[in-house]
């Protein structure tokens, strides 16, 4: 008989896994975009970003940017924006983003701290906190090939024997953790079951 079950599965990444994908799509972005269709100089350039979970306890992530201001009004070398962030995940997209956030610069200068955040959260958010997402597909697929080799060759549970194939993999829950994430992904699979120790199933 064939039954569709729900398998929970627990799957932690880490923060320097994170970072390195967020490397490639952030680093060396201006701030706006330069575009054909105006000669203004950006404003600033995107040099490194970090991640860490935040100390708050709250479910938030840190997410640093190193960036270099360009325009001669707020020009300084490197400044760097912490941003705390609540992630989320895009079932649709298999994504990991970032769905409320709060950005603070940190420098010397309370009023440059002030200037540089109200410019920003105007002009950067589109580049780097929609930008910020992350794709875990590869982990999520890798997840899938693994449960179905083992219900390709039967997966033995206390008197049961079952068969089958994960027909779909989503992202139940998302928690920031002090040095990871962690994911728990609902498998649902197509499964056939076969009992054969009825005494392991039997109340003790």
Known sequence: MENFVKIQVPVTISYPALESVLRKQLVGEYIPKPSE???????????????????????????????????????????????????????????????????????????????LEVL???????QII???????QQIVAGELTKANGMLETGMELKGLKLTGAVEEVRVQDITPKSNRMFLNLELQAKMEVDVFDLSELLPA
């Open 37 to 115: 269709d105006t000669n203004a100089t950006p404003y600033a350039q995107i040099l490194d970003v970090g991640l860490a979970g935040s100390s708050s306890g709250t479910g938030d992530i840190i997410l640093r940017v190193r960036i270099r201001i360009l325009r001669t009004i707020l020009k300084r070398d490197n400044v760097d924006l912490y941003v705390q962030a609540t992630p989320g995940y895009d079932n649709a997209t298999q994504q990991v983003y970032i769905r409320r956030f709060n950005m603070q610069a940190q420098t010397s200068s309370r009023f440059y701290n002030s200037s």
């Open 130 to 136: 929609q930008k910020a997402r992350v794709n875990v």
């Open 120 to 126: 920003v959260n105007k002009v950067a958010y589109n």
